[in-house]
Protein backbone atom coordinates (compact mmCIF):
# COMPACT_ATOMS: atom_id res chain seq x y z
CA UNK A 1 0.00 0.00 0.00
CA UNK A 2 1.18 3.39 -0.55
CA UNK A 3 2.62 5.41 2.18
CA UNK A 4 -0.26 8.71 2.45
CA UNK A 5 2.68 10.43 4.91
CA UNK A 6 4.14 13.46 3.78
CA UNK A 7 6.46 16.34 5.02
CA UNK A 8 3.55 18.22 5.28
CA UNK A 9 1.88 15.93 8.14
CA UNK A 10 4.32 13.78 9.67
CA UNK A 11 3.24 10.68 12.03
CA UNK A 12 0.96 10.91 15.28
CA UNK A 13 3.70 10.67 17.64
CA UNK A 14 2.44 13.16 20.69
CA UNK A 15 -0.45 12.63 22.93
CA UNK A 16 -4.02 13.64 21.77
CA UNK A 17 -6.35 14.47 24.74
CA UNK A 18 -10.11 13.07 24.43
CA UNK A 19 -12.52 16.23 23.49
CA UNK A 20 -16.02 16.52 25.39
CA UNK A 21 -17.98 13.53 23.86
CA UNK A 22 -20.80 14.65 21.94
CA UNK A 23 -24.43 12.45 23.26
CA UNK A 24 -24.38 10.34 20.41
CA UNK A 25 -21.10 8.94 21.79
CA UNK A 26 -22.39 8.58 25.23
CA UNK A 27 -25.67 6.19 24.28
CA UNK A 28 -23.73 2.74 24.52
CA UNK A 29 -21.90 2.06 27.56
CA UNK A 30 -18.36 -0.10 26.93
CA UNK A 31 -15.42 -0.23 28.80
CA UNK A 32 -13.12 0.02 25.69
CA UNK A 33 -14.65 3.24 24.35
CA UNK A 34 -12.13 5.59 22.64
CA UNK A 35 -12.58 8.84 21.98
CA UNK A 36 -13.96 10.04 18.79
CA UNK A 37 -11.15 12.71 18.35
CA UNK A 38 -8.84 10.38 18.86
CA UNK A 39 -9.95 8.10 16.01
CA UNK A 40 -11.08 11.19 14.00
CA UNK A 41 -7.35 11.88 13.84
CA UNK A 42 -5.92 8.86 12.69
CA UNK A 43 -8.72 8.12 10.16
CA UNK A 44 -8.07 11.18 9.05
CA UNK A 45 -4.51 11.11 9.14
CA UNK A 46 -3.50 7.21 7.84
CA UNK A 47 -6.48 6.25 5.86
CA UNK A 48 -6.53 8.12 2.41
CA UNK A 49 -9.68 9.61 1.35
CA UNK A 50 -10.73 6.53 -0.87
CA UNK A 51 -10.13 4.42 2.08
CA UNK A 52 -11.57 1.65 3.96
CA UNK A 53 -11.39 1.66 7.89
CA UNK A 54 -11.44 -1.75 9.10
CA UNK A 55 -12.61 -1.94 13.10
CA UNK A 56 -13.11 -6.22 13.34
CA UNK A 57 -14.01 -5.12 17.06
CA UNK A 58 -16.31 -2.19 16.86
CA UNK A 59 -18.17 -1.94 20.47
CA UNK A 60 -19.92 1.25 20.14
CA UNK A 61 -19.15 1.97 16.74
CA UNK A 62 -17.06 5.33 16.94
CA UNK A 63 -14.45 4.39 14.33
CA UNK A 64 -17.57 3.81 11.82
CA UNK A 65 -19.26 6.75 12.84
CA UNK A 66 -15.95 9.02 12.59
CA UNK A 67 -15.15 7.11 9.36
CA UNK A 68 -18.75 8.13 7.49
CA UNK A 69 -18.19 11.78 9.11
CA UNK A 70 -14.98 12.11 7.04
CA UNK A 71 -16.04 10.47 4.11
CA UNK A 72 -14.25 7.13 4.63
CA UNK A 73 -15.48 3.47 4.05
CA UNK A 74 -16.16 0.83 6.50
CA UNK A 75 -16.14 -2.24 8.06
CA UNK A 76 -17.22 -2.86 11.13
CA UNK A 77 -17.68 -6.20 12.83
CA UNK A 78 -18.28 -7.37 16.42
CA UNK A 79 -19.43 -10.65 17.86
CA UNK A 80 -22.12 -8.64 20.04
CA UNK A 81 -24.93 -8.23 17.36
CA UNK A 82 -26.28 -5.56 19.28
CA UNK A 83 -23.03 -3.20 18.15
CA UNK A 84 -24.37 -4.32 14.88
CA UNK A 85 -27.78 -3.18 15.52
CA UNK A 86 -26.15 0.04 16.94
CA UNK A 87 -24.76 1.35 14.03
CA UNK A 88 -27.45 0.29 11.81
CA UNK A 89 -30.14 2.14 13.47
CA UNK A 90 -27.67 5.63 14.16
CA UNK A 91 -26.17 5.55 10.68
CA UNK A 92 -29.68 5.10 8.45
CA UNK A 93 -30.71 8.22 7.51
CA UNK A 94 -33.93 9.91 9.12
CA UNK A 95 -37.04 9.65 7.25
CA UNK A 96 -38.36 13.33 8.15
CA UNK A 97 -41.66 13.15 6.67
CA UNK A 98 -42.83 10.19 7.56
CA UNK A 99 -41.45 10.86 11.11
CA UNK A 100 -44.21 14.16 11.56
CA UNK A 101 -46.32 12.28 9.79
CA UNK A 102 -46.38 10.00 12.87
CA UNK A 103 -45.98 12.20 15.07
CA UNK A 104 -49.04 13.91 13.69
CA UNK A 105 -51.04 11.64 14.11
CA UNK A 106 -50.20 10.34 17.77
CA UNK A 107 -51.06 13.94 18.69
CA UNK A 108 -54.01 14.05 17.21
CA UNK A 109 -55.23 10.71 18.63
CA UNK A 110 -53.84 11.80 21.96
CA UNK A 111 -55.64 15.32 21.61
CA UNK A 112 -58.96 13.03 21.61
CA UNK A 113 -58.36 10.80 24.31
CA UNK A 114 -60.89 11.29 27.57
CA UNK A 115 -58.28 10.55 29.99
CA UNK A 116 -55.60 12.80 28.21
CA UNK A 117 -58.15 16.01 28.07
CA UNK A 118 -59.56 15.09 32.07
CA UNK A 119 -55.66 15.34 33.58
CA UNK A 120 -53.91 17.33 31.11
CA UNK A 121 -56.02 20.45 30.38
CA UNK A 122 -56.92 23.17 33.34
CA UNK A 123 -57.89 27.00 32.95
CA UNK A 124 -55.93 29.90 33.75
CA UNK A 125 -58.63 33.14 34.74
CA UNK A 126 -61.00 30.75 33.34
CA UNK A 127 -58.77 30.42 29.77
CA UNK A 128 -58.15 26.97 28.90
CA UNK A 129 -54.90 25.27 29.30
CA UNK A 130 -52.61 22.03 28.34
CA UNK A 131 -50.84 21.26 31.33
CA UNK A 132 -47.09 20.70 30.12
CA UNK A 133 -45.74 19.32 33.59
CA UNK A 134 -45.97 19.37 37.04
CA UNK A 135 -43.55 20.38 39.33
CA UNK A 136 -43.67 18.76 42.46
CA UNK A 137 -41.83 19.02 45.99
CA UNK A 138 -42.33 17.02 49.48
CA UNK A 139 -45.19 14.62 47.55
CA UNK A 140 -47.09 17.46 46.84
CA UNK A 141 -47.71 19.41 43.43
CA UNK A 142 -46.23 22.92 43.87
CA UNK A 143 -46.56 24.59 40.50
CA UNK A 144 -47.43 23.76 36.71
CA UNK A 145 -46.22 24.54 33.47
CA UNK A 146 -49.14 25.60 30.99
CA UNK A 147 -49.95 26.18 27.32
CA UNK A 148 -52.51 28.66 26.35
CA UNK A 149 -54.52 28.30 23.40
CA UNK A 150 -52.46 30.64 22.01
CA UNK A 151 -48.86 29.06 22.24
CA UNK A 152 -47.76 31.00 25.04
CA UNK A 153 -46.21 29.12 28.27
CA UNK A 154 -46.59 30.09 31.44
CA UNK A 155 -45.52 28.64 35.33
CA UNK A 156 -48.19 29.09 37.79
CA UNK A 157 -48.55 28.38 41.49
CA UNK A 158 -50.36 25.36 41.61
CA UNK A 159 -53.87 25.37 43.19
CA UNK A 160 -55.81 23.04 45.31
CA UNK A 161 -57.70 21.84 42.11
CA UNK A 162 -54.44 20.89 40.29
CA UNK A 163 -53.25 19.08 43.70
CA UNK A 164 -55.86 17.07 43.51
CA UNK A 165 -55.73 16.20 39.73
CA UNK A 166 -52.13 15.52 40.06
CA UNK A 167 -52.63 13.41 42.95
CA UNK A 168 -55.56 11.03 41.14
CA UNK A 169 -53.72 11.13 38.03
CA UNK A 170 -50.68 9.59 39.59
CA UNK A 171 -52.97 6.50 40.39
CA UNK A 172 -53.94 6.41 36.97
CA UNK A 173 -53.36 2.98 34.91
CA UNK A 174 -52.58 3.57 31.39
CA UNK A 175 -54.46 0.03 29.62
CA UNK A 176 -52.88 0.83 26.11
CA UNK A 177 -50.01 2.62 24.77
CA UNK A 178 -50.56 5.08 20.90
CA UNK A 179 -49.46 3.56 17.54
CA UNK A 180 -48.92 5.65 14.51
Not at 3 to 11: N, V
Not at 18 to 47: L, T
Not at 87 to 100: A, D, H, M, Q, R
Not at 151 to 179: N, T
Amino acid sequence: MESIKSEASPDINYALVEDVRPPMYRAMKYWGKKPHNIWSAYIERYCPPDGIVLDPFVGSGIAAFEAAKLGRRSIALDINPLSGFFIEVISTPLNEGKFISCYEAIVAKIEQDDIYISNFTTSDDGVPALIQNFRWLNKEVEELVIEKNDGQIFRIPAREADKVLARRMSKLAIPYWYQA
